[in-house]
């Protein structure tokens, strides 16, 4: 029973880390595209600028419980796909460092390098994440070690690609969408038809992906064995369509609003099916980490869950504060002024 609360809380973890530095990383990647000037830069820094420091606590959370709940899944994981995460981490430490110094120095050619870490350090991990979890939906090549008989390259195979995409078109969609959300005028008019016509490509990829995880995965065998699991992929399904229409209707906060129920929806889609499976041996299922075989002791699990119960309440009213304060439209004159 604790195994699976932990399993639960592991994937809500992981599903409120992508719904929230996913606007992050979509709008980093988007500020070539959409930005026309400086000022433009600087009002999209902008948006995310105060915030994107904080949702990156959900990752740290969420490996922090992947170690102290499921050790034997961590020390599996940080092997099999360490070359992977090592690439997710650099990027992200690339895009920090990229948004804290672009304005350290008053040059083009200084802000021009800075530009260029924001936009590689915010698009490369959303594919890279992609690719991690669709390789692990359809499971790893783990000996009965829990050694990974595959290579990074392995992990770039067209199931696992196809992943990279749906998550970048996820995080593209959910970031346009927070610009349009915090800027106006001409600025938030692109972010708005740039949203559009990402949300058709998103669309084109997830019905290719859900299709591609029926043969390539079994993920669906838990939704078949219990239906009444379908109302997750029926939310994704429903808050995707729902993205559309309110961003049509030019209501960005609820189009906003339905994007990150669709990240959340996608990302609990998968992680329900994998149970009770952590890491999925593609060799022998017998050999894949699950929530039994990796689990830590039933009273460290206690112990975790009573200071969980506690201090994620705290986290949570924290982000909805912040995110509050920071609701405001951004003004182009305190964007100049600002240190992003």
């Known amino acids: 029973m604790l195994e699976s609360i ?16 996913g606007y992050d990383l979509g709008a980093g990647t988007l ?27 959900w990752l740290i959370t969420a490996g922090g419980v992947t170690f102290a709940a499921f050790p034997g899944t961590y020390a599996v994981m940080f092997s099999a796909l360490y070359s992977a995460l090592m690439l997710v981490l650099f990027s992200l430490i690339i895009r920090g460092v990229s948004l804290e110094f672009r304005s350290k120095v008053d040059s083009p050619g200084w802000r021009r390098v800075w530009d260029l870490g924001t936009f590689v350090g915010s698009g490369l991990p959303a594919v890279l994440l992609g690719v991690a979890f669709a390789n692990i939906f359809q ?29 970048l078109l996820l995080f593209l969609v959910h970031g346009s969408l927070w610009i349009a959300l915090r800027t106006g005028g001409g600025l938030q008019d692109r972010a708005a038809a740039l949203a559009g016509r990402l949300w058709l490509l998103l669309l084109v990829a997830a019905v290719l992906f859900l299709i591609a995880t029926a043969f390539t995965t079994k993920l669906w065998n838990n939704y078949l064995a219990w239906p009444p699991l379908l109302v997750v992929p029926l939310a994704a399904v429903v808050c995707l369509l729902l993205t559309r229409i309110r961003l049509r209707a030019g209501a960005w906060l609820s189009a906003w609003a339905f994007s ?39 009273l460290t699990l206690k112990i975790m869950l009573g200071v969980a119960a506690v201090m994620v309440p705290v986290v949570i009213v924290y982000q909805f504060l912040v995110h509050r304060f920071f609701s405001h439209k951004v003004d182009p004159a305190e964007a100049l002024e600002e240190a992003y």
């Open 6 to 21: 932990w399993f639960v809380l592991w994937g809500v973890l992981w599903a409120v880390y992508f719904m929230l530095d």
């Open 31 to 57: 500020v070539p595209f959409l930005a026309g000037d400086e000022t433009e830069k600087r009002i999209i820094h902008q948006t995310m600028g105060p915030l994107w420091n904080g949702n990156e606590v």
């Open 139 to 167: 499971g790893l090549p783990l000996d009965a070690q829990g050694v990974n008989q595959g290579t990074l390259f392995d992990l770039l195979n067209w199931y696992g690609l196809l992943g990279g995409v749906l998550f």
């Open 260 to 298: 990150a129920g669709t990240i959340v929806s996608c990302t609990l889609f998968g992680v329900i099916g994998l149970y009770p499976a952590l890491l999925p041996s593609s060799l022998n299922p017998e050999w894949s980490m699950t929530i039994h075989n990796s689990a830590s002791s039933p």
